[in-house]
Every structure is written in structure tokens, then in C-alpha cells.
Nanobody, 120 residues
Framework: QEQIVESGGGLVQPGGSLRLSCTAS????????MGWHRQVLGKQRELVAT???????NYAEFAKGRFTISRDNWKTTMSLDMSDLKPEDTAIYYC??????????????WGQGTQVTVSS
């Protein structure tokens, strides 16, 4: 059973910083694209950022310039460094691992989520 585990959520004041981390089993980390998504209660889950096994990154517009995604393939850990946090960044953040096969089938795993609350 593959496993993804997030950590690092919490309460932070507006303008503050936070780092989220995600660990995954080596079988996933070796080849899967890793990413962060977030969800506010009652709203759809949205993409925050992704990073390929080769290190190519993609960010949602709201994350550009404030969030940085990175991965350490040796430690099978991915991180999301968030700065200049705003109250609207409050959400549950989910780690995601995704692999698209040549026949368009997709293998995907999700973590259990970690709460980030931005409030004074």
C-alpha cells in the first residue's frame, strides 16, 4: 500500500511563512509528478503547485512569487515553502502524487491533508 503523509500545517499570522512537507514511498517518488492542492470547505479543490520527477515546476497564479515547491528525490520528500500568507490562503492542503501512463490511464495518490490557517 503506497502512502503519502503531509506535515507542517498550523496557524500563522497574515504576512507570515510556513513550510509544508510531504513524504511518499520510494516507488511513488521515483517517477510520479508531485503536487500540492488545497480545499476550502464548500469549495472545489484547487491546484497550488506541481513538480515533476525532473524538477520542472508549475504554479497557480495566486502562488507565483509567494510559494516555492521543491523535492528531494533522495529523501523522497517534497516541500512547499509559503510566504506572505494571506487569510484567503486558509485551507486544507493536500499532497498529491500523479503518474500518467502512455495509454492515458492515471495512477494517483492523495495524502490525508494538513490544515493551514492564516489569521491574526
Amino acid at each position: 500500500q503506497e502512502q503519502i503523509v503531509e506535515s507542517g500545517g498550523g496557524l500563522v499570522q497574515p504576512g507570515g511563512s510556513l513550510r509544508l512537507s510531504c513524504t511518499a514511498s520510494p516507488n511513488i517518488f521515483r517517477s510520479y509528478e508531485m503536487g500540492w492542492h488545497r480545499q476550502v470547505l464548500g469549495k472545489q479543490r484547487e491546484l497550488v503547485a506541481t513538480i515533476t520527477s525532473g524538477g520542472m515546476t508549475n504554479y497557480a497564479e495566486f502562488a507565483k512569487g509567494r510559494f516555492t515547491i521543491s523535492r528531494d528525490n533522495w529523501k523522497t520528500t517534497m516541500s512547499l515553502d509559503m510566504s506572505d500568507l494571506k487569510p484567503e490562503d486558509t485551507a486544507i492542503y493536500y499532497c498529491n502524487a500523479r503518474f500518467e501512463f502512455p495509454n492515458d490511464n492515471v495512477s494517483e495518490f492523495w495524502g490525508q491533508g494538513t490544515q493551514v490557517t492564516v489569521s491574526s
